[in-house]
DNA sequence: GGTGAAATTCTGGGCCC
DNA sequence: GGGCCCAGAATTTCACC
């Protein structure tokens, strides 16, 4: 269920996407509050669940992590709960693998790896299909990065006017 | 090329990671340093580019981002650079495209797209596919997210001993 | 939601190793 | 070069209205 949202409480989270050690008091100039009541306003999204965490981000190269991959991965058809929950469990407590998520398709899982090298990514995939859960991978090795926002939210989508509006959208 | 880190260095990125929004003098504490030489620390850090940005997570459900799909996309085997330059700028603009890597193997584009409906993703995906540069798209829609770390580090692989390392890899 | 104030933190300068 | 101590400025985080 979605939380209810007023546009400060938007631009607040806008804000802090894009700079997430703003400080209140910049925060209440941009949204017309003052610093403690922007203040009021966070923590009432922090206790709500709807800020998760603040984080940094850092140049992957620059810290000796030059390769991403996806990893699309087949399950057996049949298999036990215990073996998916090692799979599962596996990647929790992989910190290389980044992402994982149970996909439909042709695939049962999609996840997104990062490593040192080719080498760290090939034992990586070796450990995977070791697991009695995991049939088959295939993997894809991204040449080139065009775009890696990491941000949750597409905030407030702005331009609603030139594009074909779907109309009879009452979500 | 990789930057000089050392274990001081990593044990602050770490703590960024985990907590955007950490304290100098906290830091110093983790770390055996007074707060001014770890607010030295990150400025060069900051300087070098090792750090990018600081930005905050939210939990996608509580905005009213139901949908989490990822997408291969192929492209025409003739193109030109300007068709491929479009392509790239609509995936720049797309606030709704989070991810985009220029991948190897059968696919040419490997997409990570989060939209409120899975209508807005159907009419997202009607206009990537309008792009004179797309001649195919394969989407996968998440049905779980068991992971979503968002983490660029791995951090300190620490566990070095049980793993088969790989001998004469000299990189 | 605002105001005002105390506790904490940021951030720069100067100094030492 | 890197770290420490110190101090003014800014911020966080409380009161209470």
Chains 1, 2 share one sequence.
Request: with cysteine.
């Amino acid at each position: 269920m979605s939380i209810e949202l007023d546009d400060i409480d938007l631009k607040i989270l806008q804000s802090l996407q894009e700079d997430g050690r703003i400080s209140h008091a910049a925060l209440g100039k941009a949204v017309g509050l003052t610093g403690p009541s922007v203040y009021a306003r966070i923590l009432r999204l922090e206790r709500e669940g709807v800020i998760k965490r603040y984080t940094t981000f850092f140049d992957p190269d620059k810290i000796g992590q030059h390769v991403v991959a996806f990893v699309r991965v087949t399950t057996r058809t049949a298999f036990s709960d215990a073996e998916q929950e090692g799979f599962e469990q596996f990647v929790m407590k992989e910190p290389q693998i980044l992402e994982c998520h149970d996909v439909d398709g042709e695939d049962s899982y999609i996840l997104k790896i990062r490593t040192s090298s080719p080498q760290t990514l090939r034992q990586l995939l070796k450990e995977l299909r070791m697991l009695p859960f995991v049939a088959r991978t295939v993997t894809s090795i991204a040449l080139a990065t065009i775009k890696e926002s990491g941000l949750t939210i597409p905030l407030p989508s702005p331009i609603e006017g030139p594009g074909p509006t779907e109309p009879g959208n009452t979500t």
